[in-house]
């Protein structure tokens, strides 16, 4: 089946540097890739729509300063947190769209759990 | 009102019973419906979609949808200790998007 790779799983880093995270489809090319934020306990939260080649769309109240896309390829999207807070710390997941062609289907990755310090 | 609407829960049932999730959204115009299971502390994954008003059965899953009502469900028979997760809806969007709901927590009790 489909497989979106997400790494890294987890990352610890000090306040004030920047963390890159990296998701990949494996065995299909993703025409959209989407990152969101999960707190504890709390929903889903859409951060930013990717589609290769062109500038990420980012949801209202999400800073496309601090939080950089990038989607270099049909099977790579990046996403890195500048200057790293403390209220930063969160799991972030990706999710690729293009394994269910026709399909709006998600193949999610497993995630990174960022805590900075 | 949420675009995506789900009771939070708890819901707990127990096992071998049949859990019943459910799901409300507000676009008139969505084409396409998901349920996503997610464990506590990893990234969701797909149970099922549907796009058709009626049931779609997979296995123990079988998910409802009912257009004119703005409706969808998901059903699981003989439910699992495993099954124990929360259960996310999510409703397509034309622009490819999808819209979750809160998601609902189930616990199934052995």
């Known amino acids: 089946g489909a497989v979106v790779s997400q790494h890294p799983s987890w990352v610890i880093c000090k306040s004030g540097t920047s963390v890159k995270i990296e998701c990949r489809s494996l065995?299909?090319?993703?025409?959209?890739m989407f990152w969101y934020r999960q707190f504890p306990k709390q929903s889903l939260m859409l951060m930013a729509t990717s589609n290769e080649g062109s500038k990420a769309t980012y949801e209202q109240g999400v800073e496309k300063d601090k939080f950089l896309i990038n989607h270099a390829s049909l099977t790579l999207s990046t996403l890195t947190v500048t200057s790293a807070h403390p209220e930063d710390s969160s799991f972030y997941i990706c999710?690729?769209?293009?394994?269910?062609?026709?399909?709006?289907?998600?193949?999610f990755g497993a995630g990174s759990r960022l805590t900075v310090l | 009102q949420k675009e995506v609407e789900q009771n939070s829960g708890p819901l707990s049932v127990p096992e071998g019973a049949i859990a019943s999730l459910n799901c409300t959204y507000s676009?008139?115009?969505?084409?396409?419906f998901f349920w996503y299971r997610q464990y506590s502390g990893k990234s969701p994954e797909l149970i099922m979609f549907i796009y058709s008003n009626g049931d779609k059965e997979d296995g123990r899953f079988t998910a409802q949808l009912n257009k004119a009502s703005q409706y969808v469900s998901l059903l699981i028979r003989d439910s699992q200790p495993s099954d124990s997760a929360t259960y996310l809806c999510a409703v397509g969007t034309n622009a490819g998007k999808s819209t979750f709901g809160d998601g609902t927590t189930l616990t199934v009790k052995p």
């Open positions: 999710s690729a769209q293009g394994a269910v062609s026709g399909a709006n289907v998600l193949t």
């Open positions: 065995d299909f090319q993703a025409t959209t």
């Open positions: 676009d008139r115009g969505s084409q396409s």
